[in-house]
């Protein structure tokens, strides 16, 4: 089974880099609005961070028992330039949860953007989910960072929208103290001088 979801929330974080992304709420749809960094030359830019809500995703608990087989994420994306002096590149890309911490390895592309818009695919490495969890993709505050470096000469970085796909399979997990029911087959039993032919009106008279 699979979930695809486009973030929910987008931001600009300041916490690394320089330099904010515009219009960053444009990664949320795929419509040919872009949102956009400006390079500086030889500068790394700020955190564009991408919130998740993958709720429906079911949980571990005690009655259900579901396994992540793959996350991947796309961006259509795309730079002002390719050349050695200027260009864009990923420079920092890792999955986080509880508002912030990050989980796994960076998930980086090597190779400068094109100047056409197309779209790259990154498949979350599985060390990276077996440290994530389950109810942590599905919990609030999961998501994305998505951080770039452009060339000596600097380059502009274009991004259309960011969709992420799981990849899941989930079971039941049958409490062996609560199986289910099975009906035991009565014969007819007499009470107070009535044949009794069912489980339940025997159940009853007991009763």
């Known amino acids: ?4 979801q486009a973030p929910t929330t987008v931001t600009n974080s300041t916490i690394a880099g320089t330099g904010a992304w515009s219009n960053v709420n444009n990664v949320k749809v795929d419509d040919g609005a872009m949102a956009s960094w400006v390079g ?9 961070k991408c919130i998740f809500d993958f709720t429906t995703l079911p949980p571990n608990d005690s009655n259900t028992f579901t396994v992540i087989n793959s996350i991947v994420f796309t961006v259509s994306k795309y730079a002002s330039a390719n050349s050695s002096s200027e260009h864009i590149e990923d420079f920092y890309v890792k ?11 960076d998930q980086s592309k090597t190779g400068r953007w094109d100047t056409t ?3 790259e695919t990154y498949t979350v490495d599985a060390a990276t989910i077996a440290a994530l969890g389950v109810n942590n993709v599905r919990a609030a505050n999961f998501g994305l960072y998505f951080q770039v470096e452009d060339g000596t000469h600097a380059g502009d970085a274009f991004i259309d929208y960011i969709e ?6 989930t079971s039941a997990i049958e409490n062996p103290n609560q199986g289910p029911f ?7 039993k007499i ?3 009535r044949v009794l032919f069912s489980e339940e009106e ?3 008279s007991i009763l």
């Open 191 to 193: 009470f107070n001088g």
């Open 117 to 119: 818009e197309g779209i």
């Open 95 to 105: 999955l986080f949860h509880s508002d912030g911490v990050v989980v796994g390895n």
């Open 164 to 169: 992420m796909t799981i990849d899941y399979t």
């Open 182 to 188: 099975t009906p035991i087959l009565f014969n007819s």
């Open 40 to 48: 500086g030359g030889g500068v790394t830019s700020n955190l564009l």
């Open 202 to 204: 025997i159940n009853v």
């Open 1 to 4: 089974m699979q979930i695809i």
